[in-house]
T-cell receptor, first 112, second 110 residues
Framework: KAGVTQTPRYLIKTRGQQVTLSCSPISGHRSVSWYQQTPGQGLQFLFEYFSETQRNKGNFPGRFSGRQFSNSRSEMNVSTLELGDSALYLC???????????FGPGTRLTVL | GQQLNQSPQSMFIQEGEDVSMNCTSSSIFNTWLWYKQDPGEGPVLLIALYKAGELTSNGRLTAQFGITRKDSFLNISASIPSDVGIYFCAGQAAGNKLTFGGGTRVLVKP
């Protein structure tokens, strides 16, 4: 089976812009979670989608949003980008809740 | 909220040595996971633990789910150069939200 794929791998944006990141989970996995990784805050949970519904949400502002499509692919959107949004954004998929999650390679977002 | 304390923050290894790292939590988790992350890549799942007291091995790696459900450790036996990287513990309570430790950076002794 192919692993979790994320596109694009690298992205440079300027403050105030918005960005959309994409994640394709492992075939058959219905849960997709998003995480933000920064040197200062480490790995932090953004949200989880299961069967096109947001099931869990972390403590991030409303500028961070996501969605999941019927084929389980997911997108996350960040609006009105700030310098502090520069991070590695990781997507993880799993079959159901409560089992190990498998991560993609991440999208490195740089906000100038 | 939940916090995971992972230690040590960094360690130097010499080829052939055994290494240990652990995580402690202020709350209970239902699942403990251990990941390794190489530069520029996402974390790779090494071991998943689902029951308190469970001891699981994956090659030279051994991990245990603490009996109190608030801690876990990871051992690497007979370390080799490719063991270098950052190791993360993660606890999972209800749902699929993972709470991560701060990571243990494993480096090679000069």
């Amino acid at each position: 089976k192919a692993g979790v794929t994320q596109t694009p791998r690298y992205l440079i944006k300027t403050r105030g812009q918005q960005v959309t990141l994409s994640c394709s989970p492992i075939s058959g996995h219905r849960s997709v979670s998003w995480y933000q990784q920064t040197p200062g805050q480490g790995l932090q949970f953004l949200f989880e989608y299961f069967s096109e519904t947001q099931r869990n949400k972390g403590n991030f502002p409303g500028r961070f949003s996501g969605r999941q499509f019927s084929n389980s692919r997911s997108e996350m959107n960040v609006s009105t980008l700030e310098l502090g949004d520069s991070a590695l954004y990781l997507c993880a998929s799993s079959e159901t809740s409560g089992v190990g999650q498998f991560f993609g390679p991440g999208t490195r977002l740089t906000v100038l | 909220g939940q916090q995971l304390n992972q230690s040590p923050q960094s360690m130097f290894i010499q080829e052939g040595e055994d290494v240990s790292m652990n995580c402690t939590s202020s709350s209970i988790f239902n699942t403990w996971l251990w990941y390794k992350q190489d530069p520029g890549e996402g974390p790779v799942l090494l071991i998943a633990l689902y029951k308190a007291g469970e001891l699981t091995s994956n090659g030279r790696l051994t991990a245990q789910f603490g009996i109190t459900r608030k801690d876990s450790f990871l051992n690497i036996s007979a370390s080799i150069p490719s063991d270098v990287g950052i190791y993360f513990c993660a606890g999972q309570a209800a749902g699929n939200k993972l709470t991560f430790g701060g990571g243990t950076r494993v480096l090679v002794k000069p």
